[in-house]
């Protein structure tokens, strides 16, 4: 098989949650965020044994042009997030809805059961050239899932952000991703996966710490673009505190700490060969719908941190997309 020169990965897309009340997450991320009901499908994750087949119900939502996926496991036993768990946790995973006044999406998210990070909404000072004027605010949901709220200058940000709209909540910009290093990392997001790099910061003194409840906050943040777009990965490269722990070796997709993010492939099965080849693993998952016809395939692979990636085919399976959006 020859392997091809493009990207390996053409576009990120949805990022999928599991979740231990489906019904009381949903109702959060549509009343304080703004999510739009997609749908609602009760499916069955095989795994690797032809008897290991838990039940699994998945409700996708949208936001403007991006798209999660909750996903919940009602006859699993799904470890929760650890409450002591911090940025700079190599598990720590959040991802950024962009707000048109983070003022008015403060004070609306104060009336739901978040549970905040930052101690409130901070703003980047012009002394940060390449996050100036970046207003943020962190929080949990009420699964411990950790996000962020962020507005974007006139300057900063895709121009879709940038538009008039009377909507507070406006989409996904970004997930960010604690790493260990940044060249390790860039490795393999960069040099394997073919994502581009579209940026860099570096993030601290006060603001930075006031934003991750972290004493002393220094972090390089590289941001990673696919060739055809969606959201971004950031790569958080805590240089103060120091990087703490790793991923507990026995989580698994049905505990509350998993989230993975859609990468979209030309042929799945060329990127495994080239997998292969770079000595990285993969995990095939498949939800089925009742009458045993594929709903999504693809396979689930983590980079060397342990943040999941599932990766999809750019192709219909079954007359059904392949993609939650």
Do not use: C
């Amino acid at each position: 098989m020859t392997l091809s020169t493009q990207p390996l990965v053409q576009r990120t897309g949805a990022i999928a949650l599991t979740v231990s009340d489906l019904d009381r997450i949903l109702q959060f991320y549509v009343q304080a965020l703004g999510f739009e009901f997609v749908s609602d499908l009760a499916l069955t994750d095989v795994g690797k044994a032809p008897t290991d087949k838990t039940p699994v119900r998945v409700v996708t939502l949208r936001l403007g042009q991006e798209s999660i996926a909750l996903m919940h496991y009602p006859d699993a036993e799904s470890k929760p997030i650890p409450a002591d768990s911090q940025s700079n946790d190599l598990w720590f995973q959040h991802f950024a809805v962009v707000v048109s006044d983070i003022d008015a999406a403060y004070r609306h998210l104060k009336t739901f059961d978040i549970e905040p990070i930052s101690t409130q909404p901070q703003t980047f000072p012009p002394a940060n050239a390449a996050s100036a004027q970046i207003q943020a605010f962190k929080f949990t949901d009420p699964d411990s899932h950790n996000l962020e709220i962020i507005q974007f200058p006139p300057d900063k940000g895709e121009a879709k952000w940038q538009q008039k709209t009377d909507r507070l909540f406006l989409g996904i910009d970004h997930s960010a991703l604690a790493v260990a290093t940044t060249a390790e990392s860039l490795a393999f997001y960069r040099d394997l996966l073919g994502l581009q790099v579209a940026g860099s910061s570096f993030n601290w003194r006060e603001v930075q710490s006031r934003l991750d409840d972290l004493p002393k906050a220094t972090v390089n943040v590289t941001t990673l673009q696919a060739a055809n777009g969606g959201i971004g990965i950031e790569l958080l490269d805590y240089l103060r505190p120091t990087p703490s722990r790793p991923f507990p070796a026995d989580w698994t997709r049905r505990d509350i700490a998993h989230m993975h993010i859609e990468l979209t492939v030309a042929d799945l099965e060329q990127a495994i060969a080239q997998l292969k080849t770079r000595g990285v693993s993969y995990t095939a998952l498949s939800l089925l719908h009742p009458d045993a016809s594929p709903y999504r395939q693809g396979v689930l692979i983590k980079d060397p941190n342990g943040h999941a990636l599932l990766l999809l085919a750019n192709r219909l399976i079954s007359g059904t997309s392949t993609s939650l959006i």
